[in-house]
Structure formats: structure tokens, C-alpha cells
């Protein structure tokens, strides 16, 4: 099996296929975390094209003693973050719900889960979506990509310290909108809040 340090030195050696064989391991985990990042396909497509064209034009800065996944997830989420914040100044209003994630409908579910699934993951995205960017994207690297600390860090370019206290302030965040009756069809339990 070859790694992902071994896919990097041969693109960097002039072998353009390796790279597409990293595409292919990561294009999914990129793809959902643009989606959970942007909240629409299209634009979530787009940015995880970005991402990987970013990747590859900067591939010569990767470091192989680091996570190539933190690594091109890190780019892809300053993206994001990146696009949210242009959105939020150009778009007058922001309070549209999103869809649901269209890969956590698994299986064939009956109708009646099939819509309390679809209305819970419409109420988690409409409460990610009144998270400051920076804190959108700890959340995701957190609880979707169950990312470390460290490696939420170094994913976001900043401190363990700084990402327990975003943790900590997105998940107080969510835990008062849940309280007020911001999302009260959402039945989850947020550790800390």
C-alpha cells in the first residue's frame, strides 16, 4: 500500500497520476466537509475543486512528517471559511434553512424516520449556520470528522487552546438556540453545554 507521503513525492517528482490516486482517497471526506461547511451542493462541489487545485499548486509546502488529510482539509476549510465570510457581505439575508446532508439518509428508511431525519438535520444545519465561521469549522473537524484537538489546530492554522474555547462557545451557542426554541424538533445532547 502506498502512502500518502509516497503519492506526494511522486507528483512532486513529475508524475501527475499519483496525485489523481489522492483525489481518489480524499475526494469524499472533502466533498462533505464543504458541504457541511457551505450548505449547498453546487457551491460545496466548487470549493472542493479549489481545494484540491490548491493542494496541488502548493504541493512543494506539505509537510510529510504532518497528516496529508489535516493537511488538505485545512485548506478546504480556510476556503470555506473564506466564502462565508464574502457571502455574509454580499447576501442580505442569510436566514434560509439549509437542506439536509443527502449522504446521511441511509438505507431506506420509512417515511415517517425518513422525515424526522430530514427535519433534524435541517434544524443542525440551520444552528451550524449561526456559528461564526471559525467556530462552524471547529464543530464540523469535531463532531463529523472527529478530529483531535492538535489536529483541529493545525487544520485551522491556531492554538489547542484556541479550538477548546471555540469548542466550548460554539457548543454554548448551540446549547442557548436549543434552549430558546431555536430548534426544538433537535434532540441531541451537546457534552459540556
Known amino acids: 500500500m502506498t502512502t500518502d507521503q509516497e503519492l506526494v513525492a511522486r507528483v512532486l517528482a513529475g508524475e501527475q497520476q499519483a496525485f489523481a490516486q489522492l483525489v481518489e482517497a480524499y475526494q469524499g471526506s472533502v466533498f462533505n466537509l464543504t458541504y457541511r461547511m457551505l450548505g449547498n451542493r453546487g457551491e460545496a462541489e ?13 504541493l512543494a509546502r506539505y509537510d510529510p512528517s504532518r497528516s496529508f488529510k ?7 476549510s480556510n476556503y470555506c471559511i473564506d466564502r462565508i465570510r464574502k457571502r455574509r457581505l454580499t ?18 428508511p420509512d417515511p415517517e424516520a425518513a422525515t424526522l431525519l430530514d427535519e433534524q438535520q435541517s434544524a443542525m444545519q440551520a444552528l451550524l449556520d449561526e456559528l461564526a465561521p471559525d467556530y462552524r469549522a471547529a464543530v464540523v473537524l469535531k463532531y463529523w470528522y472527529d478530529m483531535s484537538y492538535t489536529e483541529i489546530a493545525e487544520a485551522l492554522e491556531t492554538t489547542e487552546s484556541a479550538i477548546k474555547s471555540r469548542l466550548y462557545r460554539a457548543r454554548q451557542m448551540l446549547a442557548d438556540q436549543l434552549r430558546s426554541g431555536g430548534a426544538p424538533e433537535l434532540n441531541i445532547a451537546l457534552e459540556g453545554a
Do not use: K, M, V
Request: without cysteine; aromatic residues 10%.
Open 46 to 58: 466548487d470549493a472542493a475543486q479549489e481545494a484540491f487545485l490548491r493542494a496541488y499548486q502548493h
Open 70 to 76: 489535516t493537511w488538505l482539509l485545512s485548506i478546504a
Open 91 to 108: 447576501w442580505l439575508s442569510i436566514d434560509e434553512p439549509l437542506p439536509p446532508h443527502p449522504a446521511l439518509n441511509s438505507g431506506a
